[in-house]
């Protein structure tokens, strides 16, 4: 089961390692937006995307 997700945490899109690491900004529900270091801003569906949760 997936920990609850948090603006400020790291996290990395496991089908795209490209983007690099990212910052949840806010969650909403099952939507997170997430600022990736290579791709900027990008809202997720935590139901249909489990992010990796980085230290």
Do not use: C, Y
Not at 28 to 37: C, L
Request: without cysteine.
């Amino acid at each position: 089961m997936m920990m609850p997700l948090e603006p400020g945490m790291r996290v990395r899109h496991p089908a795209h390692p490209e983007w690099g690491e990212g910052q949840i900004q806010s969650v909403v529900q099952e939507r997170v937006t997430v600022n990736f270091e290579h791709m900027g801003k990008v809202l997720i569906n935590a139901r249909h995307v489990e992010l990796e949760v980085l230290d």
